[in-house]
């Protein structure tokens, strides 16, 4: 029998060789989302959990590796529907340099504010498209909605994010 | 300055804010963490499919309230 199908009918084996085949593209795919890399292991062993308690549904057939991306992603998402609204950016997550004095301390303290306070599925996509750089065709399959409506998300996360913004500084964005 | 100017900075000024995860690699093996999980959340029964209960159920049903069919199983087993 082949891995898959060994896996869909409950063989632990199997799906011992699946987790360790996949678990680094899921947990790096989970650590862009919610950047933070102790909750990100928390959430891929949660994202596989998931995997095979519902390995029933699964299709031998199937692309394991897009299933096992959607799963980690509503794992992330429900993550970041029940973290606190204003969690800091953590120290230990290795991100790219910005550069000096580009932004004031100042600015990117209320931009980092307004953007953890936006709703899980805006912070989703935002984070997705307009942090990370993904094809909006590659957030729409990982978060199981359409291409136009991650768009749409995305639009609504920058609208949002100007008001809060207005909100909380005024004079910065203020036309 | 244009709404689509406005969006434009914001996008770069968000970047900058929050800047995109570099090293997003994992450094340990997760399996001995899910094993424990496996272990502390024992799975739901899920082998079997809702119609197998449903029909199980019947079955059960019709042998509490019909004893007189026991005897007719036992002679066709």
């Keep these: 029998m082949e891995l898959r199908e060994r896996f869909a009918a409950g063989d632990l084996e199997a799906f011992e060789v699946l987790f360790r085949q996949h678990q680094k593209e899921v947990y790096a795919w989970i650590v862009r989302i919610v950047r933070d890399t102790g909750i990100a292991e928390d959430l891929t062993v949660e994202t596989f959990w998931r995997i095979y308690k519902h390995r029933a549904q699964f299709k031998p057939d199937g692309n394991f590796r897009a299933w096992a991306r ?12 029940h973290a606190r609204k204003e969690t800091p950016l953590p ?3 290795p991100c790219a340099p910005t550069p000096d004095g ?4 100042e600015t990117r303290g209320l931009i980092n504010r307004a953007f953890h306070e936006l709703p899980a599925k805006y912070r989703l996509v935002a984070t ?19 291409e136009s409506l991650v768009k749409v ?8 994010l100007r008001k809060k913004l207005n909100s909380l500084r005024g004079e910065v964005f203020a036309k | 300055m244009s709404n689509q100017e406005i969006n434009i900075e914001l996008k770069k000024l968000l970047k900058q804010a929050v800047p995109p995860v570099q090293d997003a690699e994992l450094r340990r093996d997760l399996w001995p963490q899910m094993l424990r999980k496996l272990e502390e959340q024992p799975l739901p029964i899920h082998n079997v499919s809702w119609f197998d209960w449903a029909l199980a159920s019947l079955a059960a049903a019709a042998l509490l ?11 066709h087993l």
């Design chain 1, 70 to 81: 959607r799963i980690g992603t509503n794992a992330a998402l429900d993550h970041l529907r």
């Design chain 1, 91 to 93: 120290e230990n997550l």
């Design chain 1, 102 to 105: 580009a932004v004031s301390r």
């Design chain 1, 128 to 146: 997705l498209a307009l942090v990370e750089e993904e094809s909006y065709a590659g957030i729409a399959e990982a978060a199981g909605i359409s």
């Design chain 1, 153 to 160: 998300r995305v639009f609504r996360a920058v609208r949002m």
């Design chain 2, 65 to 75: 309230f019909f004893p007189g069919i026991i005897p007719a199983l036992f002679y």
